[in-house]
C-alpha cells in the first residue's frame, strides 16, 4: 500500500490514507479522461516486473516493451494482497484506486483472496469504486453488505450512468457513496436511491473543463434535501453559485 493524494481518503487521525491496487494498475472501460491511464504511462514500468503474454499481445493488442501495468490492463499482484494484515494501525485503504476490481478481466477468484483479507482486517476502512457494478456477482451481493467497514460505490459522470446507482441500490450495503467525478453533464439521483455519501469534483488535466455550476449546485440542494453528506473536490472553482462543503462523512 501506498499513501494517496485522493483527499477523501483520510485516517481516523486525519492523516492521508492508502491506495491499494491488488489488481495492477489497470481497467479496460477506456475512459478518455482517466487519470489512472496517465500516469500508468508515466511510471508503470517503474513500479510493475510483469510483462504481456504472447496471447496478450495478440488478443488485446499490448505493447510487449512495456508492463501490464504500463499497459493498464488487470493482472495480479501477488505481494499486495496481504498487505493490510501488515498495517496494525486503523487505516482507511481506497481500494483499487488505480484500477477497477469489477472488470471484466478480472476473475472471481482474485477478488475472493482480496475478501478474505479484508473480512479479517475490520480495523480498517475500504472504500470501493466501480464503474462496472453490473459484474458484482450474486455471492458477493450477500457478502459485502456484512461488512459494516466497507464502502461501495458508483462513478456517474453523466445521467446516462445512472443505471450504475440502480445497480448498486440491490447490495443493499450499510455504506455506499456515489462519486461524480469528472462530473461532465447535469446528474439527478433518484430520492429513493440516494447513497451515504456523495463526492463532486471536476474533470483534470490539459483541456480539461469545469462543471457547469449548475450541475454542481443541483446535487448540493438535493443532497442538502435528503441530509446526504458531499464532499467538494478541491479541484472545483469556487464561482457562482457558491458551493459548500459539508462536513467530512465518518468512515467508521
Not at 492523516?15 to 489512472?36: I, K
Not at 493482472?75 to 484500477?99: A, C, D, N, W, Y
Not at 475490520?122 to 461488512?147: C, D, G, V
Not at 462513478?155 to 455506499?176: F, K, P
Request: hydrophobic share 35%; glycine share 6%; net charge neutral.
Amino acid at each position: 500500500m501506498s499513501r494517496t493524494n485522493v483527499e477523501w481518503c483520510v485516517n481516523p487521525d486525519g492523516s492521508r490514507g492508502f491506495g491499494l491496487n491488488p489488481f495492477g494498475w489497470g481497467c479496460t472501460h477506456d475512459c478518455s479522461y482517466c487519470y489512472a491511464n496517465t500516469d500508468a504511462k508515466r511510471f508503470g514500468d517503474f513500479i510493475c516486473n510483469q510483462y504481456p503474454t504472447e496471447e496478450q499481445v495478440a488478443r488485446y493488442g499490448l505493447d510487449p516493451k512495456h508492463t501490464l501495468c504500463w499497459n493498464f490492463f488487470p493482472h495480479l499482484h501477488e505481494e499486495r494482497i496481504e498487505q493490510p494484515l501488515k498495517r496494525k494501525k486503523p487505516t482507511t485503504v481506497f481500494l483499487g484506486s488505480m484500477s477497477d476490481l469489477w472488470d471484466s478481466h478480472v476473475p472471481m477468484a482474485w477478488r475472493q483472496r482480496m475478501w478474505d483479507v479484508v473480512q479479517i482486517t475490520p480495523r480498517h476502512t475500504y472504500i470501493i469504486l466501480t464503474k462496472q457494478p453490473q459484474l458484482i456477482t450474486a455471492f458477493e451481493a450477500k457478502l459485502l453488505p456484512s461488512w459494516p467497514n466497507v464502502w461501495v460505490g458508483v462513478t456517474l459522470n453523466r445521467q446516462e450512468d445512472i443505471w450504475r446507482v440502480e445497480q448498486l441500490d440491490r447490495l443493499i450495503c450499510r455504506h455506499t457513496l456515489v462519486s461524480c467525478e469528472p462530473l461532465l453533464g447535469p446528474v439527478t439521483l433518484p430520492i429513493t436511491r440516494w447513497p451515504s455519501w456523495l463526492i463532486i469534483g471536476a474533470q483534470t488535466g490539459a483541456g480539461a473543463n469545469q462543471p457547469e455550476a449548475s450541475w454542481v449546485q443541483t446535487l448540493l440542494d438535493d443532497a442538502d434535501f435528503v441530509n446526504v453528506p458531499v464532499f467538494v473536490k478541491d479541484n472545483l472553482k469556487r464561482s457562482e453559485p457558491k458551493c459548500r462543503e459539508l462536513p467530512y462523512l465518518e468512515t467508521r
